[in-house]
Structures are given as structure tokens and as C-alpha cells.
């Protein structure tokens, strides 16, 4: 496997890329995680694919930036392509991933091969000032653990604020989603899982997942792969199978079609 570190804007990354002839998956983690989340993934699917895994800015080993937008995430899907030359990617995205990719889909039709969309690019958020506020005082709670979950892959090399930032942006970019899910062409799976999280519970995640539907009704390049018993945070590590099955299903469909 070899291990990159990719330049982009004022920042680099920290890059792996297994190569191999397989089908290119790239896979884009949760908010504040690390690339160390998809291990799991990785194994299930062996050495058939090409993995590429990376971590965000402030995240995992990559370089700490003044910009940690959405907007800066979707370059850095591209500076992580071009650096590797990796072509029709299938996106495997967890939660802020899901999201990212499900975007870089819509906007890049001809250069993505499916999506993998795993308990996240829901059209549901957290959203005015009453979520704003929510999502400013949990993380301002949390203050003290962010930099003891770190090494874990759970939170980023940033303060609480920029923390509260990042959550407040994607809570606002995936209540406005519909849209962006209705342009997306190419295979398209979801693997949700079916308990609560951290900020939010059972019933705010059902309805988060429930939110879907329409989107499924319309678009038929959209389907759920599974729904798996394990919660938000626990989905990647207790239900990889499931995950690496969506994969492999997109991948058949991507080849069927090229």
C-alpha cells in the first residue's frame, strides 16, 4: 500500500492507495474522522478493488487549514484523483462522506462510477438558529473531550467553535439535498442503520432516514442497499458486510453499464 501526502490549497493530506487493477473506491469519512474508520471495509472487499482512503483536513494526519468548508472537502475529493489518477470512482461515504458524495456525483456525471451513501446524505438538518444553537452548545459540552477522542479518530485538530462550524454548515447542506439527489445519474446505495446517535435520538434519526423516501420514489437510480441494526456511530465497524455488499452491488451495475 502505498502511503501519499497530497498538496491542496494551503493545506496536504494523508493519503492511501492500495492500487491494484480492481474497481477505484475512494472513500470519504465522517465529519471529524479518520481514514482508520474503513479498515473493516477495506478487508471485506480485499484485494478485487482499489482502496483509497484519506483523511480530511485537521483530521487523522493530515495538515490543519483556514478553510474547513464543504466547499474545500469537494476539492480535496479532486486533488485526491488527480493526485492518484484514479478514474469512474465508486464514492463510499459515511455520514459528512455520504454527503460529499453524493454531491461531487451530482456535479462530476461523467467522471463517478456509483456512490455508496452509508447512514448519511439524508435531506434532514438541524437547521435556524434554534439548531444553531443546539449544535454551539453540544460541542461547546464537549470542549474538554474533543482532544481526548482525537487520537481515536473522533474529532479534528480544531477548536470546539470550528468544530460547531463544520456541523452547522453540513446540517444546512443536507436539509437542501433533494435536489442534489434528484440530478444524481449513477448508481446510487444507501446502507442506513436504525438508532440513535450522539445530538440525536431514535426518533430524530427514524425521521432523518424517513426523509429519504420521496427521493427513492423519484429518482430511479436510488435504492436502499440494507437497513442495519447498529447506530450512526457503530454502523462501520458492526455492520462493514452489509457496506461492502452495496459496494460490490454498484460496482456490477457500473460494469454492466461501461
Keep these: 500500500m502505498a502511503q501519499l501526502t ?5 493545506t496536504a493530506l494523508a493519503a492511501a492507495d492500495t492500487g ?3 474497481p477505484a473506491v475512494v ?3 465522517g465529519a471529524y474522522a479518520d481514514q482508520s474508520h474503513w479498515r473493516r471495509v477495506v478487508t471485506e472487499l480485499g484485494d478485487g478493488f482499489r482502496h483509497i482512503t484519506f483523511d480530511e483536513r485537521a483530521r487523522g494526519k493530515s495538515k490543519q487549514s483556514a478553510d474547513y468548508s464543504f466547499e474545500a472537502c469537494l476539492r480535496d475529493v479532486d486533488a485526491v484523483l488527480a493526485a492518484t489518477g484514479a478514474e469512474r470512482p465508486i464514492l463510499v461515504g459515511w455520514s459528512y ?10 456535479r462530476n456525471a461523467d467522471r463517478v462510477g456509483g456512490v455508496v451513501c452509508v447512514d448519511g446524505a439524508m435531506p434532514y438538518g438541524l437547521t435556524g438558529a434554534e439548531g444553531e444553537e443546539r449544535i ?3 460541542f461547546h459540552k464537549m470542549r474538554f473531550l474533543l482532544p481526548l477522542v482525537r487520537p481515536f479518530g473522533m474529532a479534528a485538530r480544531m477548536s470546539a467553535a ?4 463544520v456541523n452547522i454548515e453540513i446540517n444546512a447542506i443536507v436539509d ?3 435536489p442534489v439527489l434528484d440530478q444524481v445519474t449513477c448508481p446510487v446505495r444507501y446502507v442506513l442503520a436504525t438508532g440513535g446517535n450522539l445530538g440525536g435520538g431514535d426518533e ?3 425521521a432523518a432516514r424517513a426523509s429519504l423516501e420521496p427521493v427513492l420514489a423519484r429518482n430511479p437510480n436510488i435504492l436502499i442497499s440494507a437497513k442495519v441494526p447498529s447506530n450512526h456511530s457503530k454502523i462501520l465497524r458492526k455492520d462493514f458486510a452489509a457496506i461492502a455488499a452495496a459496494v460490490r452491488e454498484v460496482a456490477a451495475l457500473t460494469a454492466a453499464q461501461h
Design 27 to 29: 472513500y470519504l469519512n
Design 97 to 106: 462522506g455520504a454527503t460529499t458524495a453524493a454531491h461531487w456525483a451530482a
Design 6 to 10: 497530497i498538496p491542496v490549497d494551503d
Design 176 to 178: 437542501a439535498i433533494a
Design 204 to 206: 430524530e434519526m427514524e
Design 136 to 138: 454551539r452548545q453540544l
Design 20 to 22: 491494484g487493477s480492481g
Design 162 to 165: 470550528e468544530h460547531a462550524e
